[in-house]
T-cell receptor
Framework: DAGITQSPRHKVTETGTPVTLRCHQT?????MYWYRQDPGHGLRLIHY???????DKGEVSDGYSVSRSKTEDFLLTLESATSSQTSVYFC????????????FGSGTRLTVV | GEDVEQSLFLSVREGDSSVINCTYT??????LYWYKQEPGAGLQLLTY?????DMKQDQRLTVLLNKKDKHLSLRIADTQTGDSAIYFC?????????FGAGTTVTVRA
């Protein structure tokens, strides 16, 4: 999607290793989000950020941490990957009013073996 | 999002209308959204409706909002094969969106 990119697009990692996913935006939006998508669960919020160094937990934050040192970058870290964290991860951005909802990245497919 | 519920599957014949239903829980939601996800892709905003509206029409898409019952629906007229996708309903809660589990729409010839 224009203005928001995620990297990597695909990753396979071993159980117990740390993994960092990156979300980069060029829209200068204040709000950034990390969701995971799993069959039957839709999208569940992991963490979100409302500004540089300002972050908060979502509904499924255990085992994940985030950092936002610049407006344009929001990093998601799996501190010690587990098989239950195999999922598709989406980053999203929005303006505070959310009038037009979110703009989503293309997703990162993470497999933990 | 456990607070937003949708049926999981819908099969429709090409050329017919599709109706996807959603119920939400937060009566203070100011905006409600429909997103479309094609295979291997991210979610794209299809349409949204402001809570003071009952209906919104955008080409083949019609959104109906029943605030009393907290029910939202998306009607796709003249459904085409390109409409096969997962459709997500979402409600705005503070600065976040809460999503339903998604309805997989399959269009058959």
């Amino acid at each position: 999607d224009a203005g928001i990119t995620q990297s990597p697009r695909h990753k396979v990692t071993e159980t117990g290793t740390p993994v960092t996913l990156r979300c980069h935006q060029t829209e200068n939006h204040r709000y950034m989000y990390w969701y995971r998508q799993d069959p039957g669960h839709g999208l569940r919020l992991i963490h979100y950020s409302y500004g540089v160094k300002d972050t908060d937990k979502g509904e499924v934050s255990d085992g994940y941490s985030v950092s936002r040192s610049k407006t344009e970058d929001f990093l998601l870290t799996l501190e010690s990957a587990t098989s239950s964290q195999t999922s598709v991860y989406f980053c999203a951005i929005s303006s505070p009013q959310l009038t037009y909802g979110y703009t989503f990245g293309s997703g990162t497919r993470l497999t933990v073996v | 999002g456990e607070d937003v519920e949708q049926s999981l599957f819908l099969s429709v014949r090409e050329g017919d209308s599709s109706v996807i239903n959603c119920t939400y829980t937060d009566s203070s939601s100011t905006y409600l959204y429909w997103y479309k996800q094609e295979p291997g892709a991210g979610l794209q905003l299809l349409t949204y409706i402001f809570s003071n509206m009952d209906m919104k029409q955008d080409q083949r898409l019609t959104v109906l909002l029943n605030k009393k019952d907290k029910h939202l629906s998306l009607r796709i007229a003249d459904t085409q094969t390109g409409d096969s996708a997962i459709y997500f309903c979402a409600e705005k809660e503070d600065y976040k969106l809460s999503f339903g589990a998604g309805t997989t729409v399959t269009v058959r010839a």
